[in-house]
């Protein structure tokens, strides 16, 4: 069967570029931003559950709304430890950084909308906007030769876009 028989298992695990110089490049970027937002947002989050649960932010817009403080706050500690340590990994790359990219936004531009953007957290925008680019980057781009992703995709062609 063709590669393209199967858009799913492209979609998760395609790993964008195979050139050795930017392989480099996003396995730093990969492993620097996972594990800075893993050990210091989502592990944190994961030991301080009984204290965060019960006045997490919830969203304010559709469908998210209905979320109690409980579920965002698992949903968020989804995105910085689980989504994180994909990324770490390699493994479902741009899926994770979707999701981590969409904790992003909202951490920026709802929990710190009134906020200056270049101030100390957590009156600003600033570190939730520099964790959202690297996530945007390697949801462009994948994770990379040296990713979990490149071992289970192997697709001879390059990526034409």
């Not at 050990?39 to 006045?55: E, M, Q, S, T, V």
């Not at 957290?121 to 570190?127: A, D, M, T, V």
């Not at 994948?142 to 390059?158: H, M, T």
Request: glycine share 6%.
């Amino acid at each position: 069967m063709k590669t393209n028989d199967f858009p799913m298992k492209r979609f998760l695990f395609d790993c964008g570029t195979r050139d050795a110089d930017a392989a480099v490049g996003l396995f730093v970027l990969r492993v620097a931003s996972g594990l800075m937002m893993m050990l210091g947002h989502g592990i944190p989050k994961i030991h301080n559950f009984a204290k965060l649960k019960d006045h997490w932010h919830v969203p304010d817009f559709f469908p998210f709304w209905y979320l109690s403080p409980q579920l965002s706050l698992v949903a968020t500690i989804c995105a910085e430890a689980l989504a994180a340590l994909l990324l770490v990994l390699g493994l479902t790359t741009r899926p994770a950084a979707f999701l981590l990219a969409f904790t992003m936004v909202v951490a920026a531009f709802e929990v710190n909308a009134g906020s200056t953007w270049f101030a100390m957290p957590p009156n600003g925008k600033e570190l939730a906007i520099l964790y959202l680019i690297p996530a945007l980057v390697l949801l462009l781009t994948g994770a990379g030769a040296w990713s979990v992703d490149a071992i289970l995709y192997r697709e001879q062609k390059r990526r034409r876009w």
